[in-house]
């Protein structure tokens, strides 16, 4: 293992030591179903574009619009995963004034002793200012047989976007506690050896803030521009932290290069980050610079955005990267069928943070680099039928370095350890992966939903025989239907083989999870307008299937609760 220690930037550390006490992270987890709540200021729970937190995207996810009740099939700690659903905005109509809430709290509890409650507030103004604020609380206390494995997810945000003139500002903060066990091991394995307990506990600590600005124009000739400064300290219980200080920016204007295109207009985007991270063993800084200016216009039914990429990215050493940009649709049938296609590329942090956070059971001494994407391309087709039916089928290649792999922590099964070696160490290797997939979705008369996502990945690495705990083939289905004031919706997941090494033998053996199908069920009864109890039963075939090698799920599990709007 490198031990080094990088000379700090000034000028970032005196952002971060803004940016270090509080932060944001705007977004809505798992949406279950559609009912529809109205909230005065018209809320919408995403993350504007320009002030989104500097994160790793996770692989295999297509950006086809589906109904409104996605499903996240997964939670790190059990596959009971019960967040707030999404908001719909107020509706006016002119012959019926309809009542409006700016408070919604969910609360329930389920059969794994797990007590949940979501509160969201939303005032604000048309145009003038929303603010919004939320706390949120999942945890579980019942233990899956032979394992022990409470958790708790605790979260509370601020966010206040105002708008003024021209221009919007936004603002936010937020703290994030999740705690967790080390519990990828049976106790009876280990006789004569009595662990200490302290050692197999997990805390992580998310704090996080952004501030922004972006233009507002109506006219199209102004220079349009958007700039934020975002940042987070994030850092668990054995001494292991991350601190991140992001600097992205966009500036746009029209311009009439030739008259052959529609619309022109030149750009630059890009964005400064730096990163400090510190273990027992080592601390590094990074800092990375894109700049990327690009040209996009529209002629006809075709539609593009072509530019060039350059990347400085300073670790031990200084180096310069360049990536080509291409990006076209066209339109065969107007909002019907649109083929598209595209190549890109680009550096990205494997950072603790986006590594913890996938797999909470991950060493606090892993290595973090900056996984290079040398060459990305993809194409597929888009569209809808008869406004009913919608759909995107996709497929793409990507050659990367440093892509990120986990795998269980390796001992000599010869000699006895003296505690259990259940965590995960993180592996980086160099390869390409193909992948294809789609969805669609199906809507009838606004009361039946139904979707469909399906994806393939295929890998070829340089080292690795497989890609470890990386999944291969993905099916989510769901479906709702709403009878009067009843709703009840339903989901399925489908993971197939994946692949892991069991540490126990002198050299790792390489081994196949099995596949698995997560089923969930639910039901809500809106007894008012303001009032609704629900049901939820999740993994009802009550498999303990591993998501992790060694880390069984929970079983099934029943939530009761209520949902109250004033």
């Given at each position: ?26 977004g809505?987890e ?6 529809q ?19 790793q995207?996770k ?18 700690q ?5 967040t ?7 509706k ?19 059969s ?21 604020t ?13 394992y ?16 003024s ?8 903060f ?10 990828g ?5 280990y ?24 233009s ?12 934020s ?26 311009f ?7 619309y ?11 990163f ?13 610079v ?22 400085y ?9 360049f ?7 066209v ?29 909470p059971?991950v060493?606090?001494?892993?290595d973090?680099?900056w996984?290079?994407?040398?060459f ?7 569209g ?5 039916i ?9 050659k990367?370095d440093?892509?990120?792999?986990f ?7 010869e000699v ?12 980086y ?9 789609g ?5 009838y008369d ?16 340089d ?5 470890c ?6 099916i989510?289905l ?24 069991d ?11 099995d ?20 049901l ?6 009550n498999h ?11 079983g099934?599990?029943?939530?009761a609760?209520?949902?109250f709007?004033?």
């Amino acid at each position: 293992m490198n031990y080094r220690t990088h000379k700090t930037h000034g000028f970032f550390l005196v952002l971060l030591t803004i940016l270090m006490p509080t932060g944001i992270l705007i977004g809505q987890e798992d949406n279950s179903h559609n009912e529809q709540v109205t909230i005065i200021g018209s809320i919408d729970p995403s993350i504007n574009e320009a002030y989104k937190i500097n994160q790793q995207p996770k692989a295999g996810q297509l950006s086809l619009q589906h109904p409104e009740f996605e499903f996240n099939y997964l939670d790190k700690q059990t596959a009971t995963k019960i967040t707030l659903e999404p908001i719909t905005p107020a509706k006016i109509n002119v012959d019926k004034r309809k009542k409006t809430y700016k408070n919604l709290l969910v609360a329930g509890i389920g059969s794994l002793f797990s007590p949940y409650v979501n509160f969201l507030h939303s005032a604000g103004r048309r145009n003038s200012y929303r603010f919004t604020t939320q706390i949120y609380h999942l945890s579980a206390f019942r233990n899956i047989p032979e394992y022990t494995n409470p958790y708790t997810n605790t979260s509370a945000l601020l966010n206040y976007e105002k708008f003024s003139g021209n221009h919007i500002i936004n603002t936010g903060f937020q703290y994030k506690l999740n705690t967790n066990r080390f519990y990828g091991f049976v106790e009876s394995e280990y006789q004569g050896i009595d662990p200490d307990d302290s050692n197999l506990k997990q805390m992580f600590n998310l704090m996080q803030a952004n501030v922004g600005i972006r233009s507002n124009y109506k006219n199209n000739k102004k220079l349009f521009h958007s700039i934020s400064l975002s940042g987070y300290y994030y850092f668990d219980r054995y001494k292991t932290s991350e601190a991140n200080a992001d600097l992205p920016f966009d500036f746009y204007k029209s311009f009439d290069v030739t008259k052959a295109l529609n619309y022109q207009y030149l750009g630059l985007k890009g964005k400064v980050t730096y990163f400090r991270n510190s273990d027992t063993l080592i601390t590094s800084s990074d800092l990375f610079v894109n700049l990327t200016p690009y040209f996009k216009a529209r002629y006809g039914i075709v539609n593009f955005r072509l530019g060039l990429s350059f990347s400085y990215l300073n670790t031990t050493e200084g180096s310069l990267h360049f990536y080509p940009e291409l990006d076209a649709t066209v339109e065969l049938i107007p909002d019907r069928l649109t083929i598209y296609a595209g190549i890109d590329g680009g550096l990205e942090k494997n950072s603790f943070y986006l590594l913890a956070d996938e797999n909470p059971y991950v060493s606090s001494t892993i290595d973090t680099r900056w996984k290079n994407n040398k060459f990305s391309g993809y194409a597929g087709i888009r569209g809808n039928i008869g406004q009913k039916i919608g759909f995107n089928i996709e497929g793409g290649w990507t050659k990367f370095d440093n892509e990120y792999f986990f795998v269980n922590t390796y001992f000599n099964a010869e000699v006895a350890p003296n505690g259990p070696l259940n965590k995960f160490d993180v592996v980086y290797d160099a390869g390409s992966v193909w992948h294809i997939g789609g969805e669609v979705n199906y809507t009838y008369d606004t009361k039946f939903k139904t979707w469909l996502r399906v994806r393939y990945n295929s890998y070829t690495l340089d080292s690795l025989s497989q890609p470890c705990h990386k999944p291969i083939t993905e099916i989510k289905l769901g479906a709702s239907y709403l009878i009067k004031k009843v709703n009840i919706w339903t989901e399925l997941y489908y993971s197939g083989k994946r692949y892991a090494f069991d540490p126990r033998w002198s050299l790792p053996s390489e081994i196949t999870l099995d596949p698995f199908v997560d089923i969930n069920l639910g039901v809500d009864y809106q007894l008012k307008d303001n009032f609704t109890v629900f049901l939820k039963l999740t993994n009802l075939l009550n498999h303990n299937y591993e998501i992790y090698y060694n880390y069984p799920s929970q079983g099934i599990n029943v939530m009761a609760g209520i949902k109250f709007k004033f």
